[in-house]
């Protein structure tokens, strides 16, 4: 069983930051890709950023040079800056668990991330 528990999120005005975390326990392999996903009302949702166990990462070009993603692998946490942050990256997060080896992908709650104009 692995749980993915989020924090962080709000409300924010235009131009301001907001960080992100998220914690996993449970059956973890060390080798995996952790990372972030957000979809807003009526849209697909769709990757923000993710990174791997190795410390590869992958941004969505919509938030490269604004958001930077981390990780602390002893701790199986990952984390989300997000700065200048504008409306359109209004939407719910998520955190992204993928063991590749086992063919598995979990989810954690999500959590709002709201930004105001």
């Known amino acids: 069983q692995v749980q993915l528990v989020e924090s962080g999120g709000g409300l924010v005005h235009t131009g301001g930051s907001l960080g992100l975390s998220c914690a996993a326990s449970?059956?973890?392999?060390?080798?995996?890709?952790m990372g972030w996903y957000r979809q807003a009302p009526g849209k697909q949702r769709e990757l923000v950023a993710a990174?791997?166990?190795?410390?590869?990462?992958n941004y969505a070009t919509s938030v490269k040079g604004r958001f930077t993603i981390s990780r602390d692998n002893a701790k199986n946490t990952v984390y989300l800056q997000m700065n200048s942050l504008n409306p359109e990256d209004t939407a719910v997060y998520y955190c992204?668990?993928?063991?590749?080896?086992?063919?598995?992908?979990?989810w954690g709650q999500g959590t709002q991330v709201t930004v105001s104009s």
């Open positions: 449970g059956s973890i392999f060390s080798i995996n890709v």
């Open positions: 992204n668990l993928r063991i590749d080896a086992i063919r598995k992908e979990y």
């Open positions: 990174m791997s166990s190795g410390g590869t990462t």
